[in-house]
Every structure is written in C-alpha cells, then in structure tokens.
C-alpha cells in the first residue's frame, strides 16, 4: 500500500515567518502534486513535480521533489494570512488516482 | 460552467436512509475520480471512471457504495442505509486524458457535505 506522510499537521505562524512542510513515502510516485484548500471548496492544484531533484517556484513558495521520488517538500517565505489553509501533497499511481496525505493545516496570523 | 459541479452542496440524512450526490464534470474530460474526505484529512480515493467503465473501485468502503457513469460524463455516488460514519464530504474531480497519464491534473468540485444523523 502506497502511503503519504504529511507534517507538521498543524503549523500556526505569525506573518512573515517561513516554514517548510514535508511529504515523505516508501514508495516511489511517478509525480507529485501539492494542493491548497480551502474552507467549502475542493482542492486547488499548486505544482506538479515529476523528475528527480526537480525545484519548481511559485512567487513565495518553492517545490522539491527529492531525488529519488519518493518525497517532496514545500517552503513558503515570508508567509501572509492569505496563505493560511490546508495544504495536501498528493501522489499519482499508475491508474491516475491520487494518494493523498494527511494534510498540513496553516494559520497565518496578522 | 467552466468548472467541476456537485450537488447537492450539503445534504442531512438520518441512518438508514439512502442517498445519492451527483457530479458534473468538465465537459470532455474522460476521466472522472470520486474522493471522501474527513474533516481536516486529506481526500481518499473511492473509484475511477474512465469514459462509461468504472476501472478502480478498490476504495469503496462496503457494498453500500454504488458509483455510476452511464454515458459517460455525469457520474452519480450512491450509499445506501447510511450510518453514521459515512459523513463526510465527497469530492468529485475530472481529468482530461485516460487515467495512466499520471501527470494530467485533476480538477477538483467544491464537494458534498454529507451528515448522517
């Protein structure tokens, strides 16, 4: 069984702090997907990550995906409160179906 | 609309009663995933329709649990004799190539809240 490990679970911060959250598996994916949610909605697509190694930037955020596919993580610089909600890092099998973590919950308080 | 649609957005049930949450999905997007997710949790695959054929249905968690596509595009969840711990919220997502084009996104609806009384 492919699982996602997700953390922190919970991460309150004050405005304009970084923070690192971290997906880590035993199994390899052939990509990687980070989500934002929010309250009432479905999850938004951030970033997929497919090649070994790969960084991919997103204004404030930056993406890895580690070398050897199995584990990714997510660094937001300088964090506003618009950042604030539950970030999910997902994992493509084969079939297409996403295996999602247990999500990071992010406050970022004014 | 442009957009994955579900419905009914919230929906109250007592035990025992049965229920049936419909999705729309982006037209001409061929594949189509059902995802349950509790409450602070990330979502957890229930099945995959590709086109009319449900390929995966591993995570259906009883025989409670009926998902159809019929022609191919709208695509229906059904649970029967709810309980208790059905409730959730039910996400819908569609994608626009088959599924073992694992890089394709999935664009995700704004889910149905279910709460089982």
């Known amino acids: 069984t492919q699982l996602l490990e997700q953390s922190p679970q919970f991460l309150s911060i004050q405005e304009g702090e970084n923070l690192t959250v971290y997906c880590n598996s035993s199994?390899?994916?052939?990509?990687l997907q980070w989500y934002r949610q929010e309250p009432g909605e479905g999850p938004v697509l951030l970033v997929t990550v497919v090649t070994g190694g790969e960084v991919k930037k997103l204004k404030r955020l930056t993406f890895q995906f580690g070398d050897a596919r199995k584990d990714s993580s997510l660094h937001i610089t300088a964090a506003q409160p618009g950042d604030t909600g539950l970030y999910l890092c997902?994992?493509?099998?084969?079939?297409?179906?996403?295996?999602f973590g247990q999500g990071t919950t992010l406050q970022v308080k004014p | 609309g442009a957009g994955v649609s579900q419905s009914p957005r919230y929906k109250v049930a007592k035990r025992g009663q049965d229920v049936a949450l419909r999705c729309d999905p982006i037209?001409?997007?061929?594949?189509l995933f059902w995802y349950q997710q509790a409450l602070g949790q990330g979502p957890e695959f229930l099945t995959y329709f590709q086109n009319e054929a449900q390929l995966d249905k591993s995570g259906l968690p009883s025989d409670r649990f009926f998902a159809e596509r019929p022609e191919g595009s709208v695509s229906t969840l059904k649970i029967q004799r709810t309980q208790q711990e059905d409730s959730a919220v039910y996400l819908c997502?569609?994608?626009f190539g088959s599924g073992g084009r694992s890089n394709q996104p999935q664009h995700f609806g704004d889910g149905t809240r279910l709460s089982i009384l």
């Open positions: 997502a569609s994608s």
């Open positions: 997902a994992g493509a099998s084969n079939t297409g179906k996403l295996i």
């Open positions: 199994s390899v994916f052939s990509s």
């Open positions: 037209s001409g997007h061929v594949s």
